[in-house]
């Protein structure tokens, strides 16, 4: 069974205070790593897929990297508006494009 | 290009009584996904259709159905609502071969 672990639960940041989350994983044969932003009442929105361990992906103030066991999303001199729950999910080879999440870390970043 | 929709937004429902929760994507994806998404366990898959015409179990099948009702459509009905399924749902939609799944605004049910 895909495993999905993401620490911590919640991060307060001050504004320009840089920090990572992480996210290890245990799955059969990874097909891709997917992180997502959460507002509170909306969807996750879809940031970054890596694929295979030494990637690494940015969007802005995000960066996304990735081992054979865990990913990290670095983020760099943040801001209010980088306030959101950040989530993990795992996609394994074989098992039509189902994704298994962790439950997420929230982050505030107070100006 | 709406993306994905969801209706309704919110519900209150009694124990016992029964609804369909609607969900459309307009990108032409083959793969539709239902989720329920609760207080620190994160999103649980539900029910996913891979393709027009096929539907499958996820990890929380128990106490719903789906229905694929074409390309752009699949609605998550629960025949009768208990209290442990007060939860917000997600729909979220795919191309096989991309793998990224876009999500919806999602449905909060309340079931008292």
């Known amino acids: 069974e895909d495993q999905v672990t993401q620490s911590p639960e919640a991060l307060r940041l001050q504004e320009g205070e840089s920090s990572s989350l992480n996210c290890s994983y245990t799955?059969?044969?990874?097909?891709?790593l997917f992180w997502y932003r959460q507002d509170p009442g909306k969807g996750p929105e879809f940031l970054f897929t890596?694929?295979?361990a030494g990637e690494e992906k940015e969007k802005e103030r995000l960066k996304a990297t990735l081992t054979k066991k865990e990913s990290f999303l670095h983020i760099t001199a943040p801001k209010p508006e980088d306030s959101a729950t950040y989530l993990c999910?795992?996609?394994?080879?074989?098992?039509?494009?189902?994704?298994?999440f962790g439950a997420g870390t929230t982050v505030t970043v107070r100006a | 290009n709406a993306g994905v929709t969801q209706t309704p937004k919110f519900q209150v429902l009694k124990t016992g009584q029964s609804m369909t929760l609607q969900c459309a994507q307009d990108?032409?994806?083959?793969?539709m996904y239902w989720y329920r998404q609760d207080p620190g366990m994160g999103l649980r898959l539900i029910y996913y259709s891979a393709s027009e015409g096929t539907t499958d179990k996820g990890e929380v099948p128990n106490g719903y159905n789906v229905s694929r009702l074409n390309k752009r459509e699949f609605s998550l009905r629960l025949e009768s609502a208990a209290p442990s399924q007060t939860s917000v749902y997600f729909c979220?939609?795919?191309?096989?071969?991309?793998?990224?799944?876009?999500f919806g605004p999602g449905t909060r049910l309340l079931v008292l």
């Open positions: 799955v059969s044969g990874l097909r891709g």
């Open positions: 990108m032409n994806h083959n793969s």
């Open positions: 999910a795992v996609q394994a080879g074989s098992n039509d494009y189902k994704l298994s």
């Open positions: 979220a939609s795919g191309t096989s071969g991309e793998e990224t799944q876009y």
């Open positions: 890596l694929y295979s």
